[in-house]
Every structure is written in C-alpha cells, then in structure tokens.
C-alpha cells in the first residue's frame, strides 16, 4: 500500500488451501502437500434463509433441497440447520463433465449433530458425497458418499458400511451428549485407473477437542452410476427415531458450518497403488497385493535383466520451491535407484539396498520458472532381483529443513471487530488517519468518512473541498503544499491498540474496483516502513486485485515487492457486487495470502531486508516485528489513477476483520531432534519473553546450548556442533528478563 506498484510482479501457482469452522484448521491432501486446487463451491451459511453471502447459492435458493434447510447463528457461527427425514442440498455446479480418470474431487463439511443420545440401534445420521444429476429427488442420493452414523455400541462411525473410523461418545463429550462437537470431514474421490472403480481418502478431525479421529483409504466398485456427465455434490441429514419402547427422539437434526468443494489435481495419483493398476509403471513392474508397506497393495519391479520402473511428471509445484519426494521402499539382492529429474536444475538420485521397508528421501528445489518435476524409481540391469515400492509423497519443504511437524494446540481468537453496532467505529481499538498521507493520494482522510450500519464498516470516499489545515505555500512536501483537498476518505489502524507477530487473519469485505479508486486490507511493522514489513492482504486499483509482501530495500524507503496480481474482468461478472474473504496464514516457515479459499500468494518469513537499507538492514521483518492492522480507501494517487469518472460519493464495506493465533503450553515439547546433528526449536510464548534451549546426557545437570527471544511463534533450525552418538536430552526453559526491540532510526 505504500508504493503505487512493485518490481517484482510475478503469477505464483494455487497452494493447497480448505477452510475450516472459523478457521480451526488447514486441512492438506493426502497424498501431496502442493496440489492445485479449483474451488468449485465455498458455502459458509452467514445469511438469512438463502446461505452463503446472499440469498441464494448458485442461482438456486436453498439449494434445490428436498427439504429446507434453513441458515441460523449462535455466538457469531452461521451454520445452516436440518431436521426432517432425508433432507438433500443438490443443486451445485456440476463437476466439470464427469470426474474423469486420475481426477479427484474433494468434499468437505463442518458438522455436528444435534441431541445424540445412547443409542440401541445403528443408524445413518448424515452423509456426504457426489450424486449423478439424472438421479431424481426420491433417490437414495448421494450414493457414492461417507455416512456418519450412531452406532449401536455408543459410538460415532465415520465412512462406508465396511469402511469406517469411530469415535467413542463417552470418550468424547461429558454429560447427557445432547452438545455435540464439530467434526471436519473431509473425503477426496479419485477416479481410477479400473473402470467403475473410485478410491476414496477419508479424514476425520474432532475441531472442538483438537484431535483426529482417523483416516483411512478405501476402494468403491460401482456399475456405471457415475459415467455420466454433470456429477454433483451433495449432503442429505436423516432424523433418527427411537424404536418402540424408548422415549424421545436418538438424532434431531444436522448442522453444516461450512461445505466446499474442490476438483483437486493430485500430484501422484495412488500413491499406494491401491488401486490395482498404475499408468506410471513400466517394463516388467507390475502391481501385487502382498508385500505392502501399508494397505494390501504394492508395485514390484522386476529383475535386473531388464528395465523396469516407475516414473510420472509432476505438475503444479511452486517454482523456487523445496520440495521432498519419499518412497518406501525394499529390495532383494542388490541395488535400485530413486531420484528426480526436469525440475529447472541437474538430475538428483540415490542408491538404496535394504532388506526391510525404508523411507528414502530425495531432495530438490524448483528452478524460478519451474511448476513441474519427473520423480521416478528405477531398478535397471545389474540391479536388484526385485524392488518392492509403496506409499509415495511429495512435501513442499523449507530449504535444508525436513517438513515441519504439526503444531500443538488450537488457533484462538486474540482479536475481532464484527462492526455489528449502528454510528461510529470502536475507538478502542481503531485510530483513524487525519490528513494527506501516502502516495500522493488525493483524499485527506476523515474520522467523518468513518461509520458502521448494517453490519458492516462503512468507509465513504466523498467530492468535496476541504481546507488542508497544514498549507505551506512555500513547502516542498506534497501534504503540506496543497492547500485544498477535493476527495475526503477514511482509514483506521490498530496503532497503540494491537498488534501481532505469526497468526492468522481473516477479513471479508466488498471491492469497489471503480477507476481512481484503492480500497485495501494490510498490515505493516511499527517501525520505520518499509524495513519492519508490510503485508497486503488485498489491493484494488487499476482493475487488479493484488497480494503482497514487502522487505526493505537498498537505501531508504525502497521497498522489495513480491508480489501477485489477477485482473477482476477475468472473474465471473457478478464477482465486484459480492463480499469476498481474504485471509492471511503467517508462521515462521511460511506466509500465504488467499481469496476465497484459493492462495494467491506465499512468501518466506525468513526473507532478509537489503544489507544497505537505512533501517534494520539484513534483518528478517516478519520473523521479528509485530504487525498491525489498516483498513481503508484511497482515492488517486500514484495507484488509485484518474478519478474523473468517479461518482461523487463511493463506498467500501468491510464485513469483520478477525485475528487468530495459536497458543501452545507445552514448552519442552518444542524441541525436536532432527537428525543426529541437528535440532529444530519451534514454540509459541508471551511476547517479550525469552527462553533457553537446555541440554543434558542424565536429567540433572543442564546446560544452556543457545538463547532465543520468545515472540509469537518462531522456530530456529541448529547444528550440535558436532556430539557424538550419545543420548542427549532436550528442553526449553523460559526465562522472564526482559528482550530489547532493536532501536528504530
């Protein structure tokens, strides 16, 4: 928001981004960390009895139900309600033509229950999946689904008949289980190779309690029900009774806090070769169902008197990017290769020879304009007499980092403003600018511009003069040389009220996308700009909508922009006249921008400012200050361009901005042995404090290896110093003296 453009503009590939109730989790694939990811459908049920952002979901109120859902809220959660008999929401966009082979499509929900009580019988409360549009409303649809059902032994199962995970009632919530939790189900369809066969990923995550259930995969054969073009998503609610003899009612009705749907390209399909078949294979490698790692399948390749391997070209990675390609793998009498090729740089590969199953790792980092990669094993002649392959990933890594382990605790809210309350703005949290400011804008911003109505902030940019109470005649700055303004706006900050390092924020809001103006959400460090950091959530102006990070450059507010853009007339037409979300996803190894579920932009925190800027010089800004918060709308300037065409008075609608972090407790947890040299700190603590990572070969006499400053989150990656291979012991201590900020210029 500080420079009209940046200098490094470049489209950087969709990461993988599903959202959660109230942004709870991030929930990834399976099988790759870094497929891409087309959001068909994102339906959070925020509005009236119509869902998601408006009054009705694709043209179709309600869904086309069979019965109504309806939109309700408790404590500031939409979620849409069903309680009669076999309720259906249908009417989706189609998936593209049919879900063809080696496609997935993944479905997801946020969902509880309402009123389960012990149950005497087994019975399907819910079920979420993908039905075939020829199908009529008295159908059992969707057919090819999970089921969540109340079991007969006083649990919850999740998945098909056969194939389930299960959760224990007693285990998971006290009292009479009448307030259930929410549960994130999340299953992926892939189409296979086999015909009429579909694999089905299924993951289960308790969000109330921060644990998963389980996953598990499994194969659905069907007849042909799914060959036909314009499949469909779906969910259906079933009201359970109770039998004869027992009073009230088991299951009430289902609550649905989100529902999305993605068509997701699976950067290796059947990773497990679950599905009986790979195009993949090659030579005289075939599948077997025996020898398996895990599951009941895996790929042999042949012996060394001919070629034989597995290889497939990946695509959708992130140029610049680390990335990890692991197999498991086994051999009998000799050697095989493993490796990774066509990725921007020379060919990388390894030998292995075991008699057991082992993971064998390969890394490799992305060219600047690479977006693919050729992974493959191959046993060759000379080589082993057999190689037996299974469960094959890729992870997008941190260069010379093995992937981060998931983080402990949950994600709480730390701050929020809904702008539910009519007349001005909380002041307690929010500071409005006064005057000319940046970019040689032409509005001098107002606390008058500034209201809330309807739910919403209200920011209005108005023609007309006002006196600049600042006019010097004779000044060289622009702010103090002009004498009138002709365009009055708004902007408000969190200086002096909050501000954050490492969390995440979610603001929804409704474009102008007018010529002249530059409505924004961003945050910037306290300190001297642009040396302490700025994020750009989004920018409008010039018929783009932005997403940006910022580092210093040389000299003096000279920043270094890496930055995205997307042109607005590439979106559907009733995309300007609609409330969108953005949200900011910002840890220590990874800051990611993301519209509507869809990342834009993904930046590493660990970037250093320019040697010869004024300011903080070779200092990483977003692993060391707090940010804070600005909302507001500019109107011409160095961005915002001509404004002769603007109507008089125009108008920016923020609906709620919302900062969440996560909180952990368990310090000594935090330390994590790598590899035998190398040890990774990764912990959350109060800002200010600082904390010691302590050592010891017997528990008792501990000794300091290094001292870190304790903000936020942050993670540090360091070698031992060469130990030897005795067991040591690891821990961090905290430590309540006080951790200068470096003096800003």
């Known amino acids: 928001m500080n420079s ?43 509005s009236g009895n119509g869902f998601s952002d408006g009054a009705t979901i694709n043209g179709v109120r309600n869904w086309g139900a069979q019965d109504s859902w309806v939109a309700a809220e408790t404590s500031g959660i939409g979620y849409a309600r069903c309680g009669v008999s076999w309720s259906r ?31 005497p019988i087994s019975a399907p409360v819910f079920a979420l999946g993908i039905s075939d549009n020829i199908l009529t409303p008295g159908n059992n649809i969707p057919a090819l689904r999970v089921d969540v059902s109340l079991a007969g032994d006083d649990t919850l199962r999740f998945g098909s008949e056969s194939n389930y995970v299960s959760l224990s009632l007693a285990d998971a919530y006290s009292g009479t289980n009448t307030n259930t939790n929410w549960f994130s189900i999340r299953m992926e369809i892939t189409r296979t190779l086999v015909a009429n066969v579909f694999y089905i990923n299924l993951k289960v995550t308790d969000l109330d309690e921060n644990k998963q259930i389980g996953t598990l995969g499994y194969l659905v054969e069907d007849s042909g029900t799914y060959q036909a073009a314009g499949l ?114 020379a060919e990388v590969s390894q030998s292995f020879d075991t008699a057991s199953y082992q993971a064998v790792d390969v890394a490799f980092a992305t060219g600047e304009d690479m977006s693919s990669a050729t992974c493959y094993i191959y046993n060759g002649p000379g080589g082993a007499s057999s190689v037996y392959v299974d469960d094959l990933s890729l992870v997008a890594t941190e260069p010379n980092l093995l992937p981060l382990a998931p983080a402990t605790g949950d994600y709480q809210l730390i701050f929020n403003d809904e ?50 109470p600042n006019y010097d005649p004779n000044a060289s700055d622009w702010r103090q040389s002009r004498q009138f303004a002709f365009w009055t706006s708004g902007s408000i900050k969190t200086e002096d009220s909050f501000n954050f390092l490492y969390g995440k924020i979610v603001c929804r809001a409704k474009v102008t996308n007018l010529p002249g103006t530059w ?81 834009l932009n993904s930046f590493d925190p660990a970037t250093l400012n320019a040697v010869d800027s004024h300011a903080h010089p070779g200092i990483a800004p977003f692993s060391t200050f707090s940010q804070l918060l600005w909302l507001n709308l500019a109107i011409g300037g160095n961005g915002g361009g001509n404004t002769s065409s603007l109507p008089d008075e125009t108008v920016y609608l923020v609906d709620y901005i919302r900062v969440y972090q996560k909180q952990h407790s368990d310090y000594n947890a935090a330390v994590e042995l790598l590899n035998d040299n190398d040890l990774r700190v990764d912990f959350q603590s109060i800002e200010g404090r600082r904390y010691s990572v302590m050592e010891s070969t017997d528990l008792t006499n501990w000794s300091e290896l290094v001292n870190f400053r304790g903000v936020g ?17 690891f821990r961090v201590e905290v430590n309540n003296s006080q951790w200068l900020e470096p003096e800003t210029p």
């Open 713 to 729: 989150r942050a993670m540090s990656h360091f070698e031992k110093n060469g130990q030897s291979g005795d067991k040591k012991f």
């Open 232 to 345: 469909l998503p779906a969910m259906r609610t079933l009201q359970v009774l109770a039998p004869e003899g027992v009073s009230g009612t088991l299951f009430t009705a289902s609550h649905v806090d989100r529902f999305t749907v993605e068509e997701v390209n699976v950067s290796i399909p059947g990773p497990g070769f679950e599905w009986g078949a790979s195009s993949a294979l090659s030579g005289d490698a075939t599948v077997i169902e025996s020898d398996a790692y895990t599951g009941s399948f895996a790929a042999k390749l042949g012996d060394a008197s001919g070629d034989s391997g597995w290889a497939r070209t990946i695509t959708g990675l992130l140029p610049k990017t680390a990335y990890t390609f692991r197999a498991y793998v086994k051999t009998v009498g000799g050697s095989a290769n493993i490796g990774v090729k066509d990725y921007g740089s």
């Open 419 to 468: 702008f539910t309350s009519e007349g001005g703005i909380d002041l307690t949290k929010w500071k409005p600018e006064v005057g000319f400011k940046r970019n040689n804008e032409e509005q001098y911003y107002r606390a008058e511009n500034l209201s809330q109505s309807g739910g919403h902030l209200v920011i209005t940019a108005k023609r007309e003069q006002v006196l600049n």
């Open 519 to 599: 409505p924004a959400i961003w945050t910037v460090g306290g300190g001297e700009w642009p040396a302490t950091g700025e994020i750009d959530l989004m920018e409008n102006f010039d018929g783009r909508i932005l997403a940006n990070f910022a580092t210093a450059g040389s000299g003096r507010y000279n920043a270094f922009w890496d930055g995205y853009s997307i042109n607005v007339s590439s979106l559907p037409a009733s995309w300007v006249g609609e409330f969108h979300t953005w949200e900011l996803v910002w840890g220590p190894d990874l800051a990611t921008i993301s519209m509507d579920g869809v990342v």
């Open 89 to 119: 929401a249908l009417n989706f966009t189609p998936l593209a033509a049919s879900l063809e082979v080696e496609e997935t499509v993944a479905i997801e929900a946020v969902w509880r229950g309402e009123s389960f009580l012990n149950a």
């Open 4 to 46: 009209s453009y940046f200098s490094h503009n470049f489209t950087k590939a969709m990461l993988n981004s599903v959202n959660l109730r109230s942004c709870i989790a991030l929930m990834l694939v399976i099988t790759c960390s870094s497929p891409l990811h087309a959001q068909l459908l994102n339906a959070e049920f925020t």
